[in-house]
């Protein structure tokens, strides 16, 4: 699908139509190198390196600040240059913080030792701070969605939790309008239709992907819609491009394959807690689960129209080299643990 709906943009922007789809290639052999390496791991050394993890990652991250190391495209700042290659640090946060959080929520249930309540703090500010400075609303609004969800799976009280999700809610209206071009969004989220050539061209031509498709879809590589009429569509967008391109079928299809694995993921979690009384692979595994659905779930909205647009890309299917190599590792770590629990589900027969 990277081939099929970059082919043109690529040869029109480079001369050469299969510049994205090489270097997915290469992002996809070294992911699937690193996935293969983290199945073999013991994921209990994550844990005990959570906070040197997450730490190094915020360094990272502070680092596309610096002049002459960061890169600044489209108005963001969130890229640091190696080479013929550009890293995003913020995709890496996400793995970081889901073992930081799951690490902490462990040693709460074990009840070994108390909580360092300055970590508890500065870690959750750091992060969303220097987020905020790039700017990546996306990834803050992400990764608040993912702790709100371990919190709740952690067993805290219902009034604890719905003041968390009020607070939560509060700080993210609060940010969508303190930033004018957010606020944009949000209202040619609400009628795309006031402003069809300007901020809603973009989820109109997805709509267009979509009617085009119809049942059965146009053919694989017959997509209108990339013809320079959808703006990133081997990225951002390019649910629409499947859509139009294989049409319903295609579209339940993928809904499938998601469904799946976050379905494995949160059993293999669940396994390990019941079984192996192992709070960390407990929390761990449905991080990682909550961390691809709901990447996915938001993509998927924002294609349909069903959430305002963010630059957030499909998981293991969009162009992007971070976020692939991102999305590997973590299916690496849920098979590591989907391993270990299937083992433990043997010892117990």
């Known amino acids: 699908m990277v081939y099929s709906s970059s082919f043109i943009f690529a040869h029109e922007r480079t001369g050469d139509g299969y510049y994205f789809i090489k270097r997915q290639v290469l992002y996809a052999v070294l992911g699937l190198a690193l996935l293969g390496g983290l199945t073999r791991i013991s994921y209990e050394k994550i844990e005990r390196r959570s906070r040197i993890f997450l730490l190094g990652t915020l360094l990272l991250i502070a680092c596309v600040f610096i002049p002459g190391v960061g890169v600044k495209v489209g108005g963001a700042q969130r890229w640091i240059r190696l080479g013929l290659f550009q890293v995003q640090p913020a995709e890496l946060v996400k793995l970081t913080f889901i073992a930081w959080l799951a690490a902490r929520l462990a040693q709460s249930q074990r009840k070994v030792q108390p909580h360092n309540i300055w970590e508890l703090i ?81 989820i109109l031509q997805s709509f267009l992907g979509f009617h085009n498709g119809r049942f059965m879809g146009v053919g694989l590589g017959n997509s209108r819609e990339k013809l320079f009429f959808l703006p990133e569509a081997h990225n951002d967008f390019i649910f629409s491009v499947i859509g139009e391109e294989l049409g319903y079928l295609g579209v339940l299809c993928v809904l499938g394959a998601y469904a799946f694995i976050i379905y494995r993921g949160f059993k293999a979690s669940w396994v390990l807690y019941q079984q192996k009384r192992d709070p960390f692979g407990y929390f761990l595994g449905c991080g990682l689960s909550l961390y691809l659905g709901l990447q996915a779930f938001i993509n998927l909205s924002v294609s349909l129209g069903l959430l305002p647009t963010k630059g957030m890309t499909l998981p293991l299917i969009s162009y992007g080299g971070s976020s692939l190599l991102i999305n590997l590792i973590a299916a690496g770590l849920l098979l590591n643990l989907s391993r270990e629990a299937r083992s433990e589900g043997r010892r117990v027969v």
């Open 122 to 202: 500065l870690f959750p500010a750091a992060t969303v701070g220097l987020l905020l400075l790039q700017p990546d609303f996306g990834t803050t609004v992400l990764l608040g969605m993912m702790s709100l969800g371990l919190l709740y799976l952690s067993g805290i009280s219902l009034k604890r939790f719905a003041a968390m999700v009020g607070c939560f809610v509060l700080a993210g209206a609060g940010l969508l309008v303190a930033a004018p071009y957010r606020l944009e969004r949000w209202m040619s989220y609400l009628n795309p239709w006031k402003d069809p050539t300007g901020k809603g061209f973009q």
